[in-house]
């Protein structure tokens, strides 16, 4: 750390912070809601989308997405433009974040705090993708467990939720190869850890493929399965090599 940026850390008063956050915030909150505003100006195209394959399910037998009061409608377009405000507005407020927090950094830790987010959010936002790709063909096959003869009528923002809580969930798997290596970076997790309890990872990543992908087909769950898979074993060779490289600097040390 240089003694300029030792010394402005020193000078900037708790006011100056306090005052920092508080632009910060308000643009961020400027940006949630322009996000939100657009969210709910395409919340009708979304849920057209997310009707989709309850509209192919009727095809078959009797099947709707039902709301249950006067104002579940309206709810449900909120909640849908808030989810996409919040999407939408991400990359500002994820901005105003890091340039607050930024300034106490070390050249280093900036760098690492920049590279490991960019990372999640790349995985997050491709992990989520995927999700939203195979969410249909998993309705489908929930909704295949009852009869020909039964009505599928589904409460509209509970079946909201489950897409939301699906794709999420797809998204967060993605990204946990990115903590491995976090973890790893400072100094919780070793390589030889992680390899010893592959095994375990693998039937893990079957596992969490086999509940968001319920299909008597294979494809599905492979479609989740091997890029989690991949992203594991890119997380392995990098910590490997960031154990090799510490050892080295530790060889040359004591020296």
């Known amino acids: 750390m240089s003694a300029a940026t030792v010394a402005a850390r020193a000078v900037m008063p708790l006011a100056g912070h306090a005052r920092e956050a508080r632009v910060r915030s308000m643009r961020a909150a400027v940006a949630l809601v322009v996000g939100i505003i657009a969210g709910y100006a395409l919340s009708g195209g979304i849920l057209e989308i ?6 192919q399910i009727a095809l078959a037998r009797n099947a709707s997405l039902n ?3 006067v104002s579940a ?3 449900l377009k909120v909640k849908i ?4 405000g919040i ?3 991400s990359p500002v407020w994820l901005y105003e974040l890091f340039a607050f927090v930024s300034p106490g950094l070390t050249p280093r830790e900036r760098r690492m ?41 589904l409460n509209a923002s509970t079946y909201v939720d489950f897409v939301v809580k699906l794709v999420a ?7 946990l190869p990115v903590f491995v290596v976090l973890l790893n970076a400072v100094g919780l997790v070793s390589s030889s850890t992680i390899r010893r309890h592959w095994r375990v990872v693998v039937v893990a990543i079957v596992l969490f493929s086999a509940l ?23 997380a392995l060779v990098i910590t490997h090599l960031a154990d090799r490289r510490r050892a080295r600097r530790d060889a040359l040390d004591r020296r």
């Open 169 to 175: 969930a797809t998204g967060v798997a993605f990204v």
């Open 50 to 55: 997310l009707r989709d394959p309850i509209e």
């Open 87 to 89: 999407i939408l507005s």
């Open 67 to 69: 709301y249950d009061s």
């Open 73 to 75: 409608a309206f709810d």
């Open 113 to 153: 705090t920049a590279g490991y987010t960019t990372a999640a959010i790349v995985l997050f936002a491709g992990g989520c993708a995927l999700g939203f790709t195979i969410f249909p063909h998993v309705v489908e096959v929930l909704t295949s467990f009852s009869s020909d003869q039964d009505s599928s009528i």
């Open 212 to 234: 968001v992908t319920p299909a008597a087909d294979v494809l599905s769950m492979f479609l989740v399965a091997a890029p989690m898979s991949a992203l594991f074993a890119a």
């Open 81 to 84: 433009a808030v989810v996409a």
